[in-house]
């Protein structure tokens, strides 16, 4: 069935289909999918357990380990990390891309990838909203642990990825960069990382996790 998801609330999920009429790029196939993916369906498709060479999904030792970093870039680092490829990365957000969406060759010889193992477009599977809401919960739950301890004025991250203006990363990946595509917090000033990372110091956000 190429994979379509059959069962469940999100059965026969459509995929939005000519998105150059709203955007300047689109699948091979026509669909609301990244470039490089090939997957001809018009369904939210999941080939799960099967992609690449990390077919994992986190365990409890991962997030404690990842919990346990005492900087910012450490503890991100590890969760979002590349699947467990990298040492000191987990499979807690990649893995579990990589586990549910898979990859696979079609008939004809192309490369095709599971609505969340895209990059590009993962959030056309609608768990993509559960899962990411598990990584800010951690997050919030780090802060809670350590990120609050360490925030500074000037670092509000707590150690954000040990940067320095001697050692300026790509455009978007500075402290003070601004977020981009742009990100507001009312009104109509993009903020910078920094301001996001003061900004969900668990004494100023305005929700609890459990």
Request: with cysteine; glycine share 8%; aromatic share 16%.
């Amino acid at each position: 069935n190429n994979y379509i998801v059959t069962d469940s609330l999100m059965a026969y999920w459509p995929i939005v289909s000519n998105p150059l009429d709203y955007i300047t790029w689109s699948s091979p196939s026509g669909y609301l999918r990244g470039p490089m993916n090939s997957n001809p369906t018009p369904y939210v498709t999941r080939y799960v357990g099967d992609s690449l060479d990390y077919p994992k999904l986190p365990t409890i030792l991962e997030y404690t380990t990842c919990l346990s970093n005492t900087e910012f870039n450490l503890f991100w680092g590890c969760v979002w990390g590349i699947a467990g490829q990298i040492n000191g990365q987990s499979n807690i957000h990649a893995g579990v891309h990589g586990y549910v969406g898979g990859v696979w060759t079609s008939k004809d010889n192309k490369f095709c990838m599971g609505d969340f193992e895209d990059p590009i477009t993962s959030p056309n599977d609608p768990l993509w909203f559960s899962h990411h809401s598990q990584l800010e919960r951690l997050y919030y739950t780090w802060r809670q642990l350590t990120g609050d301890k360490l925030a500074t004025t000037s670092d509000p991250c707590g150690i954000f990825y040990g940067r320095s203006a001697t050692n300026p990363q790509p455009a978007g990946h500075n402290l003070n960069d601004l977020f981009y595509p742009y990100f507001y917090l009312g009104g109509d000033t993009p903020i910078t990382l920094a301001q996001a990372c003061s900004y969900l110091n668990t004494n100023n956000v305005e929700y609890t996790y459990l």
